[in-house]
């Protein structure tokens, strides 16, 4: 079982889960209280090389999901995020074919009066091959609290990967 930590990875979810996110936020403009759900959807290729073995991978992947943001009557923003991605490709070298079920969650919430916040972000992912050949198996978790002081005052960054047959 191979476990490792990679910083690249772990970029790239948060930068699409940013991504996403701007897609839908509302602008502050009074103080009234609001609720907003954004569904969307999209299908995409995707193309990487699998370390569990050693080749180029190409496919197409589905999504869904749920924005649903609130602003509270204090000037609060509260942002949940839910995505489900739903993937199948061929190994380039091998013909092997893989299905990539994947949830991903994000709790953002901020006081709107002070740089207080947290965000909470997780994923889950499974590339499981239809042979005998290892699944890739990854878990990320991210977390902040800042308080009202703009002080970090937790932080977890953590994201692992294992091949497993």
Do not use: W
């Not at 977390?143 to 294992?162: L, M, P, Q, R, Y």
């Amino acid at each position: 079982m191979k476990q490792r930590g990679t910083r690249l990875s772990m970029l790239f979810v948060f930068a699409l889960a940013m991504t996403l996110m701007s897609f839908g936020l509302p602008t502050r403009t009074s103080a009234q209280a609001g609720n907003v759900i954004v569904p969307f959807q999209d299908t995409f290729p995707f193309s990487f090389f699998n370390d569990c073995t050693g080749e180029q991978v190409s496919g197409t992947v589905s999504l869904k999901g749920q924005l649903h943001i609130t602003e509270d009557s204090s000037g609060g923003f509260h942002l949940r995020i839910h995505e489900t991605f739903r993937g199948k490709a061929v190994g380039e070298t091998s013909g092997t074919k893989y299905v990539g079920p994947q949830t991903d969650h994000e709790s953002f919430h901020d006081n709107g009066s002070t740089p207080e916040f947290t965000d909470t972000f997780t994923l889950n992912f499974r590339f499981l091959s239809a042979g005998s050949s290892d699944n890739i198996l990854a878990h990320a978790l991210f977390h902040i609290t800042v308080n009202a002081s703009g002080e970090v005052t937790s932080f977890v960054d953590n994201f692992t990967e294992e091949c497993r047959g």
